[in-house]
């Protein structure tokens, strides 16, 4: 398993904030101390897989994010979509996939989804 420390930092921080809790707190609920929690989200330090998997569950990540990350990887608005398209239904993703292929063909780029 390749685990990307930023993706996975950049990610941490970012759903750590959205659901504003505070280092402290989301260290608690991981059962990590603060300062490793801090050294994830700086990329100074590797989770466990432990630790990997109890944030992503907790925190409703995507592991694919983390493990295959891509070129979108560190767009602070591209983080923000990846994360909020966890909370939609189908019929949301229907619109927001409808939507997105509408906005590519008008700037005539095809679309990846057929």
Not at 62 to 88: E, G, M, R
Request: glycine share 2%.
């Amino acid at each position: 398993m390749a685990l990307y420390p930023k993706q996975f930092g950049t990610m941490l921080k970012n759903a750590r904030a959205d659901r504003k809790l505070t280092q402290e707190e989301l260290a608690e609920r991981l059962d990590i101390s603060v300062s490793y929690l801090k050294d994830l989200e700086h990329f100074r330090n590797l989770p466990s897989y432990e630790v990997f998997e109890k944030a992503i569950h907790y925190l409703n990540l995507s592991a694919d994010a983390v493990l295959y990350p891509n070129q979108n990887a560190n767009n602070d608005t591209y983080q923000k979509i990846d994360h909020l398209l966890t909370f939609c239904d189908e019929r949301q993703l229907q619109v927001i996939l409808a939507t997105t292929e509408a906005l590519l063909s008008v700037d005539g780029k095809p679309s990846q989804a057929e």
